[in-house]
């Protein structure tokens, strides 16, 4: 594990605090929210090119593990966030919503990091990665339309745009690298040496995305300092209970012990990238959308740690391996 997966989340802050900072100063808090979307869009084509497409079909091989994992992030978690924003965040329609894209966006990176620190089936989990990518593109516009519209104005045709130039283009862009960079050297370079160069870069372009968002934000939050407090028991709740119904199910479909830990954490870490590059530009004018979705890993990140040593202390997973 690298030292910037290893202080992913003290990065995150210290982007934070640097692009309050600089929002002091006139010039960055005018032009900074220009390099919003661009540091997304190259940080999402890396992330796209670490994205094994071609292994979908592996997942199914163990159609136990995939089928509960999907239908817990894509059936479960969805109808869990709306009510805790209904019970935490209904006088904050802003923050619903981004409290709302942040639980509906299952992590397509670094649950894999946490399920490798904490002893778990990497292969395994790497298999639902693909899956998490593509049902999340299908399907955030979707969730948006069941549960945003009714809580913001929500322009179809914007989040449909959004979701092209977010998501789409960088796709397209990263496959056509990959096809490219095999061809002109070989799959093993493009596996050995360039994909392990360039992914650094993954939380490079993210953290200054953040120090933009802060530059150009930042003001918002410091006249709303209560917002981390709003959103702090919400979250804190979802992670609670769904590591320990994630366990529970792990154990009732006697999913063996090494692979649970990646079951647990494929249905625990969220994707904010992603869904902060679909905030930045289908909301534009409701900056408290994307500050939610910068504040969750901060949240997020340091949890996730905790559940590793809980995972590695405590031996929860006790049932027989099959």
């Known amino acids: 594990m690298g030292l910037l997966d290893r202080f992913q989340s003290l990065f995150i802050l210290f982007s934070a605090v640097v692009g309050l900072l600089l929002g002091q100063l006139s010039w960055f808090s005018v032009n900074s929210e220009k390099l919003i979307v661009p540091f997304l869009m190259v940080m999402l084509i890396i992330v796209f090119m670490n994205v094994p497409l071609k292994e979908m079909k592996e997942a199914f091989k163990d159609f136990r593990f995939t089928g509960l994992s999907l239908g817990i992030n894509f059936i ?3 109808l869990f966030a709306w009510i805790l924003g209904l ?4 006088d904050q329609p802003d923050l ?3 409290f709302l894209m942040l639980l509906v966006t299952p992590c397509t990176d670094w649950y ?4 490798q620190m904490a002893g778990g089936n ?12 593509i049902l999340q593109l299908l399907l955030l516009p979707v969730y948006l339309l069941l549960f945003a519209e009714k809580l913001v104005p929500l322009d179809l045709n914007v989040l449909l745009e959004s979701i092209f130039l977010i998501l789409v283009i960088p796709l397209l862009l990263a496959v056509l690298l990959v096809k490219s960079i095999s061809k002109l050297k070989s799959k093993t370079w493009l596996n050995d040496v360039f994909l392990p160069a360039v992914m650094p870069g993954q939380l490079i372009f993210l953290c200054l995305a953040i120090v933009a968002m802060f530059s150009s934000q930042g003001k918002i939050l ?3 300092p209560k917002i981390t407090l709003l959103l702090l028991p919400p979250l804190i709740i979802f992670y609670l209970f769904n590591l320990f119904f994630s366990i529970n199910i792990s154990r009732i479909a006697k999913i063996d012990k090494v692979s649970s830990i990646g079951f647990c954490f494929s249905t625990l870490a ?9 905030a930045v530009t289908t909301f534009p004018d409701r900056p408290l959308i994307a500050l939610a979705l910068v504040i969750g890993p901060l949240i997020e990140l340091p949890t996730m740690a905790l559940f590793v040593n809980y995972f590695k202390r405590k031996h929860i997973l006790t ?4």
């Open 96 to 98: 619903w919503v981004g």
């Open 319 to 322: 049932f027989p391996d099959p």
């Open 76 to 78: 479960w978690t969805p």
């Open 122 to 133: 990497v292969p395994l989990a790497g298999t639902l990665l693909p899956w998490h990518l």
């Open 87 to 90: 019970i935490f965040l209904k």
């Open 112 to 115: 894999l990091v946490f399920t």
């Open 270 to 278: 969220r994707n904010s990238p992603i869904a902060l590059a679909i």
């Open 222 to 224: 410091l006249e709303n």
